[in-house]
């Protein structure tokens, strides 16, 4: 059984929160405050926190960095503040996901699937990720990318924004995201620098960088590894 610590001041948000978790089948414990949630999950397991940005003693972004120099536990942030900096900002250090109030307790229970299910998922991932038959592979231990057995030879950042993309198909990033993966948080230049890292990466894996398998654009927002799927 997973164990979620729900985090939030207000005592009715975290009564329904924690009583449709239980009825999926999850564990709960509850903090009203910043510095509780750290000490629980300083002195017992939890799988993942819902974490509000509004707590009474700290902020909750200060208890997100707190809670990473302590574990790796997923954090799906819980926040009324709507700007792509805000959220972006909670990426950046070590949110794994946002949801914006009021929010249907349904779609918390969908979230924390969906995380814990990634979460469980790269754990298991293999040192090497390999797609279409062995036709593109990445080897996270070394450091290598080849396709059709031949070595690639990508830059640092190329291979941050390839493997970032690969250990997730499908999923659909932004640029600012991506931005913050790979070149981080404090990077002041604009965030089409992904582009051209995008484009040099499909140059050297692509058949046909026109034609795009495994990088695909989501047009006007970022982009999505599809595994070389047709």
Same mark, same amino acid.
Do not use: W
């Given at each position: 059984?997973?164990?979620?610590?729900?985090?939030?001041?207000?005592?009715?948000?975290?009564?329904?929160?924690?009583?449709?978790? /239980?009825?999926?089948?999850?564990?709960?414990?509850?903090?009203?405050?910043?510095?509780?949630?750290?000490?629980?999950?300083?002195?017992?397991?939890?799988?993942?926190?819902?974490?509000?940005?509004? @707590?009474?003693?700290?902020?909750?972004?200060?208890?997100?960095?707190?809670?990473? #120099?302590?574990?790796?536990?997923?954090?799906?942030?819980?926040?009324?503040?709507?700007?792509?900096?805000?959220?972006?900002?909670?990426?950046?250090?070590?949110?794994?996901?946002?949801?914006?109030?009021?929010?249907?307790?349904?779609?918390?229970?969908? #979230?924390?699937?969906?995380?814990?299910?990634?979460?469980?998922?790269?754990?298991?991932?293999?040192?090497?990720?390999?797609?279409?038959?062995?036709? @593109?592979?990445?080897?996270?231990? /070394?450091?290598?990318?080849? #396709?059709?057995?031949?070595?690639?030879?990508?830059?640092?950042?190329?291979?941050?924004?390839? @493997?970032?993309?690969?250990?997730?198909?499908?999923?659909?990033?932004?640029?600012?995201?991506?931005?913050?993966?790979?070149?981080?948080?404090?990077?002041?230049?604009?965030?089409?620098?992904?582009?051209?890292?995008?484009?040099?990466?499909?140059?050297?894996?692509?058949?046909?960088?026109?034609?795009?398998?495994?990088?695909?654009?989501?047009?006007?927002?970022?982009? #999505?590894?599809?595994?070389?799927?047709?």
């Amino acid at each position: 059984m997973k164990t979620v610590l729900v985090v939030d001041d207000e005592e009715k948000i975290r009564d329904v929160v924690a009583s449709y978790l /239980k009825k999926e089948g999850f564990a709960t414990v509850e903090a009203a405050a910043g510095n509780e949630a750290l000490l629980l999950v300083q002195n017992r397991p939890v799988d993942l926190v819902i974490l509000d940005l509004m @707590l009474p003693d700290m902020d909750g972004e200060s208890v997100c960095q707190a809670i990473r #120099r302590l574990s790796s536990v997923p954090i799906l942030m819980l926040t009324a503040k709507v700007s792509e900096s805000n959220r972006i900002k909670g990426l950046s250090i070590g949110a794994d996901d946002y949801l914006i109030k009021p929010f249907d307790p349904r779609e918390v229970v969908a #979230r924390v699937r969906a995380i814990l299910r990634r979460s469980d998922e790269s754990q298991l991932l293999a040192d090497r990720l390999s797609f279409r038959d062995g036709h @593109l592979e990445i080897d996270s231990l /070394k450091h290598a990318v080849s #396709r059709h057995g031949e070595p690639i030879k990508l830059t640092p950042n190329e291979y941050k924004l390839l @493997l970032a993309l690969a250990k997730y198909p499908q999923r659909h990033f932004t640029r600012e995201e991506l931005v913050v993966k790979v070149l981080g948080y404090e990077f002041g230049g604009d965030d089409r620098a992904i582009d051209q890292h995008v484009k040099n990466i499909r140059l050297k894996i692509e058949a046909d960088p026109k034609n795009p398998k495994y990088i695909i654009t989501v047009y006007g927002s970022g982009y #999505r590894f599809a595994g070389g799927d047709p």
